[in-house]
């Protein structure tokens, strides 16, 4: 059984702060990972079977998923009144997918925080020595052992949860950024298709005789 009050002594408030870190951001990492592999799973899915026909249906998904609702929101919305595109889907974008850009902003916090919480328990393993050199005249060593381990088990902590958490960051990055480069790939397409659709509808209209 583990004694946590042992792990504290040996690891000190910094090392503890570290662990809740550690723990966040594997959680923002889990689910990030397979929520972005389910919505990317899906939303080629749905692209592939993108055609005139299917435009309606497109239109009528209520709770779609959120890369299939830029599309739609492109088609059906943005595209009537602007045509600046790969900005229109950039900002519908961020607004489905909000929970993961703002879990990304979490994720380089805790990189950038992580090291210097280590620090911080460097410091604070460092001022344990020294005290207790001014406490004991001739100390022994191991009496100093504690000072020194946390001083270097925290250094160890912040980068070892640092360098995967900063790593796991720009995966995600690069992964939104392939969204956002496939969101306006199908949203030119399906307005293409939208064209289409509407100038042979209207042909057809023109086409009907008059009584």
């Not at 910094?14 to 594997?26: C, R, S």
């Not at 059906?76 to 961020?94: C, K, M, N, P, Q």
């Not at 902003?105 to 990189?111: G, N, T």
């Not at 392939?178 to 790939?185: D, H, K, L, P, T």
Request: proline share 3%; charged share 20%.
């Amino acid at each position: 059984m583990l004694d946590w009050q042992e792990i504290y002594r040996l690891i000190g408030p910094a090392g503890a702060a570290l662990i809740v870190l550690a723990a966040a951001a594997l959680y923002i990492t889990l689910f990030n990972l397979f929520y972005l592999a389910h919505t990317g799973h899906v939303f080629r899915r749905e692209m592939r079977t993108l055609d005139e026909s299917s435009l309606e249906r497109l239109k009528g998904e209520a709770g779609a998923n959120p890369l299939v609702a830029v599309v739609r929101d492109i088609v059906f919305t943005h595209g009537g009144h602007s045509d600046d595109i790969r900005a229109e889907v950039a900002y519908l974008l961020h607004k489905n997918l909000r929970r993961v850009a703002n879990s990304l902003y979490w994720l380089k916090l805790i990189a950038a925080v992580s090291p210097l919480c280590g620090l911080l328990g460097t410091v604070l393993g460092m001022v344990e020595v020294f005290r207790t050199i001014a406490d004991n005249a001739s100390p022994d060593p191991t009496m100093l052992a504690g000072g020194i381990w946390q001083a270097l088990v925290t250094t160890v902590m912040g980068l070892a949860i640092a360098i995967p958490v900063l790593a796991a960051y720009y995966f995600f990055v690069l992964q939104m950024k392939g969204f956002r480069i496939g969101a306006i790939e199908y949203s030119y397409r399906a307005l293409g298709l939208r064209r289409r659709r509407g100038a042979a509808v209207g042909a057809l209209d023109e086409e009907e005789p008059t009584a």
